[in-house]
């Protein structure tokens, strides 16, 4: 007879079984859903590639970090600074030194960092709904409070509801979101300056992620930091550098703002591996962004062709559009899951995102649109 074993193997842990802080019992981890089907327009990411000669650059450029992986980075990296300072001068026409400049692991490290610094216990972090969804979890992060106040039905911002929610709540943190996600919609300079001026005790942080998709004549934030030292400028690589995989964000500020980012920071945080990718796609900034016009055309054409279906569609300024409305969203979207084409179920009620991909994808999108609504 076989001798019982002294020991039988434990149950399986649970996050339930855990220790979690209040706060984040019965959360569930960010992130979209990853489905391999034959069109992703989902995520926003940029439908090209790097081109052979970027890759090689970047590819040198990561050679040369490695023969020196056995020393920490540079943990402040002026270097990739001065490259970001220069990269905005060129794309926005504003001037601005190194020690305007923060970077990290993609806007949303950027973001985190804002939150350690400025919010905290007993502080709270203001922005306008519908808007990206992560900003709450930033906030239920760092332990700082969290409310929205609300956007139009046009998705616009009305200033005098701007300035009550912040004299209501006086915000440590202010965060507006331009071109806005998952809107597309961009605010006006004027708005942002007003959200500016009304804060008094605390910082306006303007996510511009999608910025470089913006159309011709739509300002940047950045032309507001001269005025504003509480102001802060977020931008990323993900989105219009093609390099969303690499995981790089940056900040433009006041120095004394990118200061107070430097002291919550973890050391070493920017590896240099990271360093490295990020200065080699920088000097090919030209040619990568060399498609972003074509994908501004792809996103209008869009635009126009869900409204001639009879579907609303807000004007975008960033790399995918919204459209709706929809009694059933879900079933839209299950719908076009069926016919091979991801696209995400976010934002209002009703609504659903695409982004823009390449001819062929976005041709794959249309004619599962019509398939599954009939229209």
Known sequence: MTAEPATRP????TLADLPLRDGIRGEHPYGAPQIDVP????????????????????????????????????????????DFAAFLRRESGVELTPEQIWAANGSNEVMLHVL??????GRTALSFAPTYSMYPEYARDTLTGWVTGRREDDFTLDVDHARAAIAEHRPSVVILTSPNNPTGTALPLEVVEAVAEAVTDGVVVVDEAYAEFRRAGVPSALELLPRFGHLAVSRTMSKAFSLAGARVGYLAAAPAFVDALRIVRLPYHLSAVTQAVAGAALRHSEELLGRVHELRD?????????????????????NFVLFGRFEDRHAVWRGLLDQGVLIRETGPEGWLRVSVGTEEEMRAFRTALEEVTGR
């Open 10 to 13: 434990a149950a399986a842990t």
């Open 39 to 82: 069109v992703l327009l989902n995520v926003n990411e940029n439908p090209h590639a790097p081109s052979p000669a970027v890759v090689a650059d970047i590819a040198r450029a990561v050679a040369g970090a490695a023969a020196g992986l056995n020393r920490y980075p540079d943990r402040d990296f002026p270097a990739l600074r001065a």
């Open 116 to 121: 350690q610094a400025f919010g905290g216990p």
């Open 298 to 318: 792809r996103r209008d054409e869009t635009v126009r062709w869900l409204r001639g279906k009879g579907f609303q569609a807000p004007t975008s300024d960033s």
